[in-house]
């Protein structure tokens, strides 16, 4: 069974750009969040996702990010014009129905700006 | 804002010796994980305790979520080298929706 998948995993983006990161949760899952772990500092909650709905946003910056997950395909956290304070790993997790707090994480993508 | 604090936040001990490190919090927590990460991976799931006063074994680590669902302890017997990671603890509560908060980690080093 496979686990959580993550890509790319690294990104390497200029300022202004755009960067997508993409998660396929595992099977039988349909709940994904995404958490960001900035350098020296701890894991941090963005957002929970269920198909086609956000459930929970309140960890998610106001301006230039965004997530989706779509009823086909994997979900995707978009940020839009990066800034160098964006470089992080960013940690998809996913699990399963009426046990959302067995998280169950990817292997990152880890995002520099240059 | 709820928080977990582990300490220590470094140890450092030789293969063959005992350790524990703890999470703990002002905050009551519904269930409580704890995770290992390595270097340029992921968090990987260890154990998942829901139950005030619950004790886990998973081989030579033993977990224990405290009576009060506040703190948690993870003891490692007879440490080897293989156990050297970074230990994260991450707890949620049902007001706080499925959002796991995190601890701050334990780096552990094993020497051999």
Known sequence: NAGVMQNPRHLVRRRGQEARLRCSPMKGHSHVY???????EG??????????????ESGMPKERFSA????????????QQVVRGDSAAYFCASSPVGQGYEQYFGPG?????T | TQL???????LSIQEGENL???CNSSSVFSSLQWYRQEPGEGPVLLVTVVTGGEVKKLKRLTFQFGDARKDSSL?????????????LCAGSSNNAG????FGGGTRLMVKP
């Not at chain 1, 995404?34 to 020296?40: I, N, S, V």
């Open chain 1, 34 to 40: 995404w958490y960001r772990q900035l350098p020296e």
């Open chain 1, 43 to 56: 894991l941090k909650f963005m957002v929970y996702l269920q198909k086609e709905n956000i459930i929970d």
């Open chain 1, 68 to 79: 989706e997950f779509p009823k086909e395909g994997p979900s995707i956290l978009r940020i």
């Open chain 1, 109 to 113: 993508t880890r995002l520099t700006v």
């Open chain 2, 4 to 10: 977990l604090e582990q300490s220590p936040q470094f």
């Open chain 2, 20 to 22: 524990t490190v703890y």
């Open chain 2, 75 to 87: 003891h490692i017997t007879a440490a080897q080298p293989g156990d050297t990671g970074l230990y």
């Open chain 2, 98 to 101: 499925n959002m796991l908060t």
